[in-house]
């Protein structure tokens, strides 16, 4: 490594320290959820296999996981696989549900989760999962069930549209069967019928890759968010990234719609 280079790396050490200090001062956002977007983009500016560029991103997931305990974060939602992905080419579809498949096999399986009691929930419409991902899904989840110091829920199969019309169809049903009056159908009636129905709604949402929009993610729970967007593609996002995001919502005033 180059002087210049070790200056550069000893300088950005000495503000993600200083930043991290200010962020451990104040309250951090008890739910934080992620559009993990730019993969591809990576991939391509990097000169590498857009595979290797999906691969990066589950490492960088990973990375996201060890921050949010540092910094207190007890809930982190993150959007790996929308429905309208679906439509990608065939052999990307592939390597990306296999490696979903063996990173929850391994996740049931890390000592660590078990000793963080790391608790993962897959949210999304399960019937368009294939049978040899789910397999994978419920045994990690059947072997963090009851675990609650930190909660991953993992967005595969996923549209916000999507969840609102199943929980909507869920109080028809009921009132249908005359378990639920039309009278007594509330906000609450639709949040308690949503994938993240025990969970409190996100406090920050943070999208990668410099996109300024939502894509269909969490649009019944995000009404009170605070939004926060990078312009670093989600494989090269540091932890000096995610400091400035959390910092960035620290500094705002959270008006709850008044």
């Not at 990173?103 to 999304?124: M, P, Q, S, W, Y």
């Amino acid at each position: 490594m180059s002087v210049k280079k070790a200056l550069t790396r000893k300088g950005y050490n000495f503000y993600e320290k200083r930043l991290r200090k200010k962020v451990l001062l104040e309250r951090t956002p008890n739910h934080v959820a992620i559009i993990m977007d730019g993969n591809r983009r990576y991939a391509e500016d990097e000169g590498m296999d857009v595979n290797e560029g999906h691969a990066r991103g589950k490492k960088k997931l990973e990375d996201v996981i060890d921050w949010c305990h540092d910094l207190g974060v007890k809930v982190l939602t993150v959007y790996a696989f929308s429905t309208e992905n679906f439509s990608r080419p065939e052999e990307e579809v592939k390597y990306i549900m296999d490696m979903l498949e063996s990173t929850f096999f391994a996740f049931a399986e890390d000592e660590r989760i078990h000793e963080n009691k790391v608790a993962l929930r897959v949210i999304g419409d399960r019937s368009m999962i294939p049978e040899s991902l789910m397999q994978a899904v419920e045994h990690a989840e059947a072997r963090t069930e009851g675990y609650s110091n930190f909660h991953l829920n993992v967005a595969i199969a996923y549209g916000g549209r999507q969840e609102i019309i199943s929980a909507v169809k869920k109080v028809a049903e009921e009132v249908k069967n005359d378990t639920l009056r039309i009278e007594d159908i509330d906000e609450q009636s639709i949040s308690d019928r949503l994938y993240t129905y025990d969970l409190p709604d996100p406090d920050l949402i943070l999208r990668t890759s410099g996109e300024l929009r939502i894509s269909n993610f969490l649009l019944w729970q995000l009404a009170y968010s605070e939004f926060y967007f990078s312009d670093v593609y989600w494989p090269g996002f540091r932890y000096t990234d995610f400091l400035r995001a959390i910092r960035s919502y620290q500094q705002r005033f959270r008006r709850f719609g008044h």
